[in-house]
Structures are given as structure tokens and as C-alpha cells.
């Protein structure tokens, strides 16, 4: 069914630029200028004052919507941090609003903070590019050689599990946190396997898991409300170990029907979370529905969860300048999914 907004958003006339990129398939577009900076005392009080505030929101949907988005279109507002430990501040955004972590959006952003210079990288080694999301601050760890970007590594919030076998109508999932609130279950679970031909079964299959456990106590953060909520639904299928690593095929469907092309970062953070809990104590490799692949561990183990890391590489994919006719008749766009 088509969505319009109409006209009227106040944003006519606007320009707005952003540098792009994708994480293992999955797009991260990064607002550069046009944008006034969000107001707020820290990140995630940030966060609600852009998802209230037309200024902010609308051109998050004349960025996500068509036609110059899409139903999957994924990026972020870069903001001041919360204080001088870490380097930048990013609100991540979607089709649906704005969501509390991004961990391939993460991974961008360290490749583009080296590539921009925002940052004093060491061309051939490791450098710590430190951001302040809403669940918290973590790390872009980035590895050059010969002055090149070659690959980052996403060090995540600490994750933990929250209930495991929780029901959700006729199926049973896994709650855990890394960042924000992910189920997790088999694809076999709904009769189905990991493969771009079952996508549009398994969108289904992830609405209605979330809309059985919209409002349930299990899905509360422990500490911050604000945290609460499932926000992704991730189908796995078991893959037989490689090179002494644990192997999994996943599809993490966030937001209302979103599909993650990526292997999904906060989405492997959460899914590390369960899996050491279950015993594991090696490497996921965390293949995504498109083939590409990060490769996750723990870093750290915590009194009641862990922090992981989560290695993948992100590529610019261009330069863009977005503007809005005055005589436009869609505005800033529409959804048709």
C-alpha cells in the first residue's frame, strides 16, 4: 500500500549532502551538512528530540523514502559527543525513525572518519575511532596498511541475554542485547531456511513475532526504558564449523519489514550474547543473506554478559547532494512498503 506525506513538511527548498557507504551490502548514508545540529545533553536525549522535531525527522524521511531512498535505506546525523573521550556523536536513522544501535553503521563511520581525516590514523596499523550512539559509546577500530583502509572492527555496548524460550504465538524465540533488543530463532522453526527466495515469508513471520511481544515484560532493558522494545527479528540457520569457528547463516528483519543485507552488527552483537552463554568460546563466522560476512568474538566477559567484537569492511559508494523543489508534489516522499 503507498504511503504519501503530502506536502507541507516545511523542508522545501532544503539541501542536504551526505557521504554513502555500505557495510557488507548493507547502505549507511551520513548527513554532512544541511542538517542544524540536534539539540540535547547527550546522545540518547539527542535521539528524542530528533524523532519529535520536524526539522530532523523530515529529512530523515526525505533521505530514507522515495525516491531518493527506499524501504531499507539505513543512515545517521553525526553529533557532538558526549564529552571529550570519544571523537563524534551519531544518531542512526531508518525508514521508520531512529533506532539505539548500528553496528555496521558503526563500522562506516570508522572507515569514513579515517578516509575524512577526522581522525589521526596510523597508515599501517590500528586506530580507535570512538562514537557516542544512544546505548552507548563504542569503538570503530580500524586497520590501514600503506596509508589504505583495509578492514574495522565494531567493539560493541556490553550484551547479555534477557529470557530464552520465550513464546510468540505458535513459535519460541531468544531475547538478547547488544545494543538494542533482537529474537532470535531458527528459520526452520517457521518451516523456512536463510535464502533471498523466503524473504518476503520470513518479513511476515518477523512482524508478527514482534507484534506478540510488543509490551511484553521479557523485552524490557534492565536499567533505561528508553532501550526497551524488540526492535529486529534474527532467522539463523547452522552452518557446519570453519577453521575452528562456530558458522551461521543469518536475516536480522528490524524495524517494521526491514531486511538487513549486512550480517547485521548489533544484531551479531546480540547473537554472541546468547551463543557464550549457551557455551561457546569460539569465533562466529556470521554469514548474511547476500554472502557477505563478519567475523565475531568476545572480547570481554562481564558479570552477566560480555562485549563483543565484530569485524567487517565498509566502501564509500558516493557523494551526493539531495534537494527538495519547492514545486515537488511529493515532498519528501513515500513508502510503498
Known amino acids: 500500500m503507498s504511503e504519501r506525506d503530502g506536502r507541507g513538511s516545511g523542508l522545501a527548498g532544503t539541501t542536504v549532502t551526505t557521504t554513502d557507504y555500505h557495510t557488507g551490502g ?3 548514508r551520513i548527513v ?3 542538517v542544524p545540529e540536534v539539540p540535547g545533553a547527550d546522545v ?8 519529535a522535531d520536524p526539522r530532523f525527522d523530515g529529512v530523515r524521511r526525505l533521505l530514507c523514502q522515495e525516491p531518493r531512498g527506499h524501504a531499507d535505506m539505513y543512515g545517521c546525523f553525526l553529533v557532538p559527543p558526549d564529552d571529550p573521550g570519544a ?9 521508520d525513525g531512529f533506532s539505539t544501535a548500528c ?5 562506516a563511520l570508522g572507515a569514513y572518519a579515517v578516509h575524512e581525516g577526522l581522525v589521526a590514523a596510523d597508515p599501517d596499523g590500528e ?23 583495509t578492514g574495522v572492527t565494531f567493539v560493541s555496548v556490553p550484551s547479555f541475554v534477557l529470557a530464552r524460550d520465550v513464546a510468540a504465538g505458535r513459535t519460541k524465540v531468544d531475547l538478547s542485547y547488544g545494543g538494542a533488543i533482537y529474537a532470535s530463532l531458527p528459520a526452520a522453526a517457521v518451516g523456512l531456511s536463510v535464502a533471498p527466495a523466503n524473504l518476503t515469508a520470513l518479513i511476515g513471520h518477523a512482524r508478527r ?8 515484560p521479557a523485552a524490557r532493558h534492565p536499567s533505561d526504558d528508553r532501550l526497551s522494545g524488540v526492535y529486529g527479528v534474527i532467522f539463523y540457520d547452522e552452518l557446519p564449523d570453519r577453521d575452528g569457528a562456530a558458522h551461521q547463516r543469518n536475516v536480522t528483519v528490524f524495524a517494521d519489514g526491514e531486511v538487513d543485507r549486512s550480517p547485521c552488527g548489533s544484531g551479531t552483537a546480540a547473537r554472541m550474547a546468547l551463543l557464550h552463554d549457551s557455551g561457546l568460546r569460539a569465533p562466529l563466522i556470521h554469514d548474511s543473506v547476500v554472502g557477505s560476512t563478519f567475523l565475531a568474538r568476545v572480547a570481554e566477559v562481564l558479570g552477566e554478559g560480555v562485549v563483543p567484537e565484530i569485524e567487517g569492511m565498509a566502501y ?3 557523494r551526493h547532494v539531495f534537494e527538495l523543489d519547492p514545486d515537488d508534489p511529493m515532498d519528501v516522499g513515500f513508502t510503498l512498503r
Open 26 to 28: 548493507e547502505p549507511f
Open 32 to 34: 554532512t551538512g544541511g
Open 44 to 51: 540518547l536525549s539527542r535521539r528524542s528530540t530528533a524523532a
Open 87 to 95: 571523537a563524534f556523536g551519531a544518531l542512526f536513522w531508518h525508514k
Open 103 to 107: 553496528g555496521h553503521g558503526t563500522i
Open 127 to 149: 586506530t580507535d575511532v570512538v562514537v557516542d550512539v544512544p546505548s552507548g559509546r563504542v569503538t570503530a577500530r580500524v586497520r590501514c596498511s600503506g596509508g589504505k583502509v
Open 209 to 216: 513475532i514482534k507484534a506478540d511481544l510488543a509490551d511484553h
Open 316 to 318: 564509500r559508494t558516493g
